[in-house]
């Protein structure tokens, strides 16, 4: 059953998790062939026997929705509503799903292949497989997973075929139709495609629209989409976009289902596959086209070890308990239902913090890699750093995540020095241990121009980056609160407030901070901090202690990186030749980084767009 | 204490003296001069007027004689099961009176998880001496006795006007508690009675509450508890007499104390009807009606109240409001008609209404049809609204409704019928494929002359057909029908067995029906599952009156409440979980039951704070000092 409980902020370390199962154990001991071919009954909706994609598509084209647009596309553009029809039926053409049973089969087959070559294991938690089973039987669902990497929906459709669940329909972006038969053969496994801007296009939007929500309300299957909406380069969450929120939570608004469960799903990889191609494209090499043909070349990398993959299944999420008392849906009573009308404020209010939350728990999920720990602690010591002090650092890191609530899979009977050493093992291209010292491996190769050097040096740090950018979220809030400690250059309460409500401004494009919970935010910061007596919270004063000095620096300092590119802004190329081994800078290059300062110049209004 | 002259016999209904000739009598005055006419025990006697309003007035006008003081209806009419376990209607007033209903009881059982072996029986006796003592307003006694109008302050006369029929008052009763109740209850006799009585109410600072047929189901008639006036319930039931009937413009006058059942009956020995059958009419007065907006079964022919009055008389505070005329329809600004109807009230008594009537039908014919689910049902009835075509009555029940409808066949008495039932039965689920789970069925009722309704139902079966719908008879229809009649008593049935339940209902736009009903039991069920009710609650709803621009929707809503130690707060919990769903839904208020207090929480936002300023400036000029204070609506 769906609960209304999205997160406490109190005490995140007390958060209960489930158990993971690897479900390639059974692959690699049973014939994939029999597997793939096995029978398929999943669970559906309220009975509903799920229709064939003719009839959802005719029922699209006729729905008054489209039909209202239609006609008032006609009305203003003089063109006829034959012409205008036809064009709404080619768009459907080019968007559907075409969703059969063999290509699924197909995908099976040879997805239990490559898994098996590519990871150790994929582990998936049972217990949030069976609240989604029991979910999909009750309400419409809305599945939503995190996204890091092209794989996320071939996992996601491959473990519920695994667990004889219901095969959701996948919003993808228009580029994979770009890949000959892949493309169709992903429409076919379940994928629908849509096109990355539209903006003006209002027809377009009432098919789109209108086809996500007949699915929706007749229960077709489990929708899926990225609320990311692209994969993340850097490995840590993107801020949410709204779009696709707001179309499926619009049939409860105006009545048409009794509720919708929004499942977020939590997608972690040791390593992800496009780890390399990340780190370039963040430093300006445009992204390969999506081919066919460059699917076929990276076979290669199926010759690599990608580790282990965990699939968190969150506690789905009611709508309907989300919505009460923010959205007072008498409001769509006095205009018909297929009338589009833009949403009111508070509504859009809503849909934006949902999906903030959402996010969160996204993140909370997270499994996480002693690796992770390692990763950031080797970027805070650019020249190198001990084995033994190594060891030990991560140690007292691991405690430090734990108590802040981080989904640590590092089991206790596995010691700190196993774990750092098999961690450094995985990674060998990103670091390089001699002398009893481990690096992070910066050095090229074979030397070559400055320019060339400095781009090797810059995608190996950027790519330790996305290794440790996945535990920022576990430290963002309380090491936002020792930055303000640090900048306010006093203890007072309320500047220290101050300036922690402006570097959560700052940083609201780079990391997932709700608009309007600075207040929730703040008193969850000091509660983490006062928690590992890292700080004395008064009535008036918040104050560093002794023992804290430790844990500030280190948060501090783990967030140097961005602070430091916020501040460069557009110059970290100079710098960079002045003081090549100011590591933090490298990470300004990234243009990940750029584009968040920039467009939080914009939001803050410090610059001003001029069209040239 | 007072010794009486022994009353007059004048003879008895059943000796054959007609109403008519009692009208007569009274016309001409008995009644004012030495004597008063009126019924003791079902007979008619006449007794000295200076007696009327002192202990006799008790016997003289309580209808807790025939009526159940804490449960529906007649006390000799209840459900109850016998040794055998078999469910049995007792006494001779319905179709059903008498019969044995076989699979009532795996039907209660299986529906609420209900036992036969689990009872919670209700008070047997009204405990007079835990009734609050009146509290009475000394002068104004004093001059109500100089008018002669009959009054009393007896505890039982009290308690019985001091509820209508929400579940929550009618469970206090069953456990023999009592809130506030009023302090006082009068007779008036005619207009100039209540205008003399009101009068005295604003002189002496009293609270008025009308009362007509007590079926409120809206809190309409419960005592503001911090009332601290004298309160007064005004009992119309001696203003039951037709005044005039006008073939040439087919009008009746009335006054408004009259029960539904009488009205008909009176009218149909002259030939005529009204044809105004709210569900509740063998109980409900004219004066309700008008005050609640109350729609009648039969509207599609007839109308509803508000197409039916043609003049209104109302006694206010501020004094007599009516038209002058009996136009038809006039342009001469806002009608103050709509001030009156649905007042509840708050703003005087209605005391004589002009109602239009027609000739009795000619022929009436029932019918059902059978569709293969609820969707396919509502499409049929929205396309007979839109050809504008609908039978006297049509409603369409969901499949649970149909499965309790069901559960009230009477025992078969022959081999045959039930063969039949069974052919029937599978020919519908086996040759025509339809679910049992999901067929829900049509009742209709036709009236007219024998050929018109003949065609007429031709057309409607035809229209139906096109929606999946099979004719199912008329034995069916006829059944849904009576289900109307007898679900109140169910209901007293289902308290004898830890099962508490209630009917609300909502009026929604054609688009959003679908919406609405699926939306609403969900939710029921959800409420019930959240607050701890221990078995799956019944929630079933049935499309009641098309028109136009949508429909009125009916829900019944029931479970068994063992376990669960504040009972009647769930429900109401339940049910104010569902009414908001109904408003999220695009669902009204209410079709026809009306505001009363159980509703008025949610009046700002369904007709805005300028619609209740308008409103309450009404109230104020009409009763400033608030003497109708029921305080029901606003």
């Given at each position: 059953m769906a609960s209304n409980t999205l997160y406490s902020p109190r005490d995140p370390a007390l958060k209960k998790r489930d158990d993971f199962e690897d479900i390639l154990e059974e692959r690699r001991s049973s014939s994939d062939l029999r597997y793939a071919l096995r029978c398929y009954v999943p669970v559906v909706y309220k009975g509903i026997a799920p229709c064939k994609p003719g009839v959802l598509k005719t029922a699209v084209l006729q729905s008054d929705r489209l039909r209202h647009v239609v006609a008032e596309m006609s009305k203003e553009t003089g063109e006829s509503a034959d012409v205008i029809r036809e064009e709404a039926s080619g768009i459907l053409e080019e968007m559907a799903h075409r969703l059969r049973l063999g290509t699924v089969r197909f995908f099976a087959y040879s997805l239990s292949k490559a898994f098996k070559a590519l990871f150790q294991r994929v582990r998936v938690n049972e217990d949030g497989i069976q609240r989604l089973q029991q979910s999909i039987q009750e309400h419409p669902v809305v599945l939503l997973p995190s996204h890091r990497s092209y794989m996320d929906f071939l996992i996601m459709s491959y473990i519920l075929y695994t667990y004889d669940l219901s095969l959701p329909v996948i919003a993808a972006g228009m580029d994979f139709l770009g890949m000959k038969i892949v493309g169709e053969m992903l429409r076919m496994s379940g994928a629908f495609f849509i096109r990355r801007s539209f903006g003006g296009d209002k027809l377009y939007w009432a098919v789109f629209s209108e086809y996500v929500k007949t699915m929706l309300r007749n229960g077709y299957a489990p929708i899926e989409f990225f609320l990311e909406g692209t994969r993340s380069r850097t490995?840590?969450?993107?801020?949410?976009?709204?779009?696709?929120?707001?179309?499926?939570?619009?049939?409860?608004?105006?009545?048409?289902?009794?509720?919708?469960?929004?499942?977020?799903?939590?997608?972690?990889?040791?390593?992800?596959?496009?780890?390399?191609?990340?780190?370039?494209?963040?430093?300006?090499?445009?992204?390969?086209?999506?081919?066919?043909?460059?699917?076929?070349?990276a076979r290669k990398i199926l010759s690599e070890d990608y580790g282990s993959i965990h699939v968190y299944f969150g506690h789905p999420v009611s709508l309907r308990s989300l919505a009460q008392g923010r959205i007072n849906r008498s409001q769509y009573n006095l205009l018909p239902r297929h009338?589009?009308?833009?949403?009111?404020?508070?509504?859009?209010?809503?849909?934006?913090?949902?999906?903030?939350?959402?996010?969160?728990?996204?993140?909370?999920?997270?499994?996480?890699?002693?690796?992770?720990?390692?990763?950031?602690?080797?970027?805070?010591?650019?020249?190198?750093?001990?084995?033994?002090?190594?060891?030990?650092?991560?140690?007292?890191?691991?405690?430090?995540?734990?108590?802040?609530?981080?989904?640590?899979?590092?089991?206790?009977y596995v010691s700190a020095s196993k774990a750092v050493?098999?961690?450094?093992?995985?990674?060998?291209?990103?670091?390089?241990?001699?002398?009893?010292?481990?690096?992070?491996?910066?050095?090229?190769?074979?030397?070559?121009?400055?320019?060339?050097d400095l781009f090797d040096r810059a995608a190996s740090v950027l790519s330790c980056a996305s290794y440790r950018n996945q535990i920022l979220h576990v430290f963002l809030r309380p090491a936002l609160l020792g930055m303000a400690m640090q900048m306010a250059e006093a203890s007072r309460k309320d500047d220290i407030y101050s300036c922690f409500s402006f570097l959560r401004d700052v940083f609201s494009n780079e990391f997932i901070l709700c608009p309007g919970g600075t207040v929730q935010d703040f008193d969850e910061a000091c509660y983490m901090l006062t928690k590992c007596a890292a700080v004395h919270v008064q009535k008036q004063e918040v104050v560093a202690t002794e023992k804290g000095q430790r844990i500030l620096s280190f948060l501090t300092s783990l967030f140097q990186p961005f602070l430091k590119g916020y501040q460069v802004g557009p110059a970290p190329f100079l710098e960079l030749v002045d003081y090549p081994r100011e590591l933090t800078c490298y990470e300004a290059l990234s243009s990940d980084v750029q584009k968040n300062a920039l467009a939080a110049l914009l939001r803050m209004k410090v610059v001003r767009k001029l069209k040239v | 204490m007072f010794s009486l002259t022994p009353p007059q016999l004048f003879g008895s209904k059943k000796d054959g003296v007609k109403q008519a000739e009692i009208q007569g009598l009274l016309k001409y005055g008995w009644h004012t001069e030495a004597m008063v006419l009126t019924a003791i025990r079902g007979e008619l006697v006449v007794i000295p007027v200076e007696w009327s309003w002192l202990t006799l007035s008790r016997v003289l006008f309580s209808r807790q004689e025939v009526m159940k003081w804490n449960g529906w209806g007649y006390s000799d009419s209840r459900f109850l099961?016998?040794?055998?376990?078999?469910?049995?209607?007792?006494?001779?007033?319905?179709r059903l009176s008498g019969m044995v209903l076989p699979s009532?009881?795996?039907?209660?059982?299986?529906?609420?998880?209900?036992?036969?072996?689990?009872?919670?029986?209700?008070?047997a006796t009204l405990n007079a001496s835990a009734v609050p003592f009146p509290s009475l307003n000394e002068a104004f006694l004093q001059d109500l006795k100089s008018t002669g109008i009959p009054f009393s302050h007896e505890a039982e006369d009290r308690v019985f006007r001091a509820h209508g029929h929400c579940l929550h008052e009618i469970f206090a009763l069953r456990e023999g508690k009592f809130g506030r109740v009023p302090d006082l209850v009068v007779w008036?006799?005619?207009?100039?009675?209540?205008?003399?009585?009101?009068?005295?109410?604003?002189?002496?600072?009293?609270?008025?509450?009308?009362?007509?047929?007590?079926?409120?189901?809206?809190?309409?008639?419960?005592?503001?508890?911090?009332?601290?006036?004298?309160?007064v319930s005004l009992d119309t039931s001696q203003m039951s007499r037709i005044l005039w009937i006008d073939e040439k413009n087919l009008t009746a006058h009335v006054e408004a104390g009259i029960v539904g059942q009488d009205l008909e009956r009176l009218l149909n020995e002259s030939g005529y009807c009204t044809g105004h059958e709210p569900d509740s009419m063998e109980f409900s007065s004219l004066g309700g009606w008008v005050a609640t907006r109350a729609s009648g079964m039969k509207k599609n022919v007839y109308g509803n109240i508000e197409d039916l009055v043609v003049h209104i008389k109302m006694v206010c505070p501020r004094g007599v409001v009516e038209k002058s005329c009996q136009g038809p329809r006039v342009s001469i600004g806002p009608d103050i008609h709509h001030f009156i109807m649905g007042s509840e009230g708050t703003l005087g008594v209605v005391t004589e209404v002009t109602i239009k009537i027609r000739p009795m039908p000619e022929y009436q014919k029932y019918g059902s049809v059978?569709?293969?689910?609820?969707?396919?049902?509502?499409?049929?009835?929205?396309?007979?609204?839109?050809?504008?075509?609908?039978?006297?009555?049509?409603?369409?029940?969901?499949?649970?409704q149909f499965q309790f409808g069901h559960a009230l066949k009477p025992q078969v008495s022959s081999i045959f019928t039930s063969f039949l039932d069974g052919l029937k039965k599978f020919y519908i689920t086996k040759f025509k494929g339809f679910d049992p789970h999901h067929l829900c069925v049509a009742t209709l009722l036709f009236e007219g002359d024998r050929e018109r309704v003949l065609q007429h139902e031709k057309q409607v079966y035809d229209i139906a057909a096109k929606f999946g719908g099979l004719a199912a008879g008329e034995d069916n229809g006829q059944r849904g029908y009576m289900l109307t009649f007898v679900i109140a008593y169910l209901r007293d049935l289902g308290m004898d067995y830890y099962v508490i339940g209630e009917s609300f209902e909502t009026s929604v736009p054609w688009d959003r029906v679908l919406d609405l009903c699926r939306n609403v039991k969900e939710r029921i069920v959800r409420e019930c599952r959240e607050r701890g009710v221990q078995f799956p609650p019944l929630a079933t709803c049935r499309v009641t009156q098309t028109y136009d621009a949508g429909a009125c929707v009916y829900f019944y809503f029931a479970f068994n409440y063992r376990g669960l130690a504040d009972p009647v707060n769930i429900?109401?919990?339940?049910?104010?979980?569902?009414?908001?769903?109904?408003?999220?839904?695009?669902?009204?208020?209410?079709?026809?039951?009306?505001?009363?207090?159980?509703?008025?929480?949610?009046m700002p936002e369904s007709i805005s704070d300028v619609g209740i300023g308008m409103l309450k400036s009404v109230k104020e000029y009409v009763d400033p000092d608030n003497i109708f204070g029921s305080r029901n609506l606003l």
């Open positions: 490995c840590k969450s993107l801020t949410p976009k709204l779009g696709l929120l707001n179309i499926v939570m619009e049939p409860f608004f105006k009545g048409e289902v009794f509720d919708v469960s929004l499942v977020p799903i939590s997608i972690s990889y040791e390593r992800v596959l496009e780890e390399a191609l990340y780190a370039r494209e963040l430093l300006g090499v445009p992204k390969p086209k999506e081919s066919t043909s460059g699917l076929l070349k009338i589009p009308r833009r949403p009111s404020q508070e509504t859009q209010a809503f849909v934006n913090e949902t999906a903030y939350r959402l996010v969160r728990l996204q993140e909370e999920n997270m499994v996480l890699r002693p690796w992770v720990l390692v990763a950031a602690l080797l970027l805070q010591n650019p020249d190198g750093v001990d084995m033994e002090r190594l060891v030990e650092q991560t140690s007292w890191l691991r405690g430090l995540a734990v108590s802040f609530g981080a989904f640590l899979d590092w089991p206790d050493a098999s961690s450094l093992a995985l990674h060998t291209g990103l670091v390089r241990t001699e002398g009893g010292r481990a690096q992070l491996a910066m050095e090229p190769k074979e030397p070559g121009s400055p320019e060339e | 099961f016998n040794k055998k376990g078999q469910a049995e209607f007792t006494g001779r007033r319905y009532l009881k795996d039907w209660f059982e299986s529906t609420f998880g209900a036992s036969l072996q689990h009872k919670s029986p209700a008070t008036p006799n005619c207009h100039e009675d209540v205008v003399k009585t009101v009068d005295l109410a604003c002189r002496h600072n009293v609270c008025l509450i009308p009362y007509g047929g007590g079926t409120s189901v809206s809190s309409a008639l419960e005592c503001p508890p911090d009332e601290t006036r004298c309160i059978v569709f293969p689910n609820f969707e396919q049902g509502v499409a049929c009835l929205r396309e007979v609204a839109k050809q504008r075509c609908a039978p006297a009555s049509i409603r369409l029940m969901d499949n649970a429900y109401g919990r339940v049910e104010h979980a569902a009414r908001e769903e109904i408003l999220a839904n695009g669902g009204s208020l209410s079709h026809h039951h009306g505001v009363g207090k159980l509703r008025k929480h949610w």
